[in-house]
Nanobody, 117 residues
């Protein structure tokens, strides 16, 4: 069972920045996707950003231009650089690691991001 460990969450004022990290205990298929999702209180979990093993990225419209996803495949680690944070970015952020067919699909326990003045 692959374990995902997230870190880097915290409290920040609007306009601030945070960098999240997610490290997997082992690698899965050579072609895979690492991603970040978030869930705010009372809302459904939503996609934030994904990055494939070939470094193709995808972002939700709400974070484009503010967040950047990257990965270090040698370290089985994905990062999410979050700039210009807004109160509406407040949520628990979850790391996801999967293969293309979702046959292997793993989730971290999440890290809390709180944006307020």
């Amino acid at each position: 069972q692959v374990q995902l460990v997230e870190s880097g969450g915290g409290s920040v004022q609007p306009g601030g920045s945070l960098r999240l990290s997610c490290t997997a205990s082992e690698s899965i298929r050579s072609i895979n996707v690492m991603g970040w999702y978030r869930q705010a209180p009372g809302k459904e979990r939503e996609l934030v950003a994904t990055i494939t093993s070939g470094s193709t990225t995808n972002y939700s419209d709400s974070v484009k231009g503010r967040f950047t996803i990257s990965r270090d495949s040698a370290k089985n680690t994905a990062y999410l650089q979050m700039n210009s944070l807004k109160p509406e970015d407040t949520a628990r952020y979850y790391c996801n690691y999967r293969d293309l067919s979702y046959t292997l699909n793993y989730w971290g326990k999440g890290t809390l991001v709180a944006v307020s003045s």
